[in-house]
């Protein structure tokens, strides 16, 4: 079963789950960063369209490695 990742909307403070692989692949309306704090500190941000009130919102999903340490 693919990871999946719940986002708060900040609009409408729903809760939305989104496929991270899905959001991986993507490349059209989303936007994908990674900022590296550290060597072990990673995140990805995300903009997505809430599946509730139809505006966009940004996210972030911590531990790019399934937050687990190599």
């Known amino acids: 079963m693919p990871p999946f990742v719940n986002a708060e909307c900040k609009n409408c403070n729903k809760l939305n789950r989104f496929d991270l692989a899905e959001l991986r692949k993507e490349d059209g309306s ?8 550290g060597e072990e500190d990673n995140e990805e941000v995300f903009e997505k369209t809430c599946q509730h009130c139809g505006r966009k919102f940004k996210f ?8 687990k340490k190599k």
């Open 30 to 37: 989303l936007v994908k960063g990674v900022l590296y704090r």
């Open 60 to 67: 972030i999903v911590k531990g790019g490695d399934d937050g």
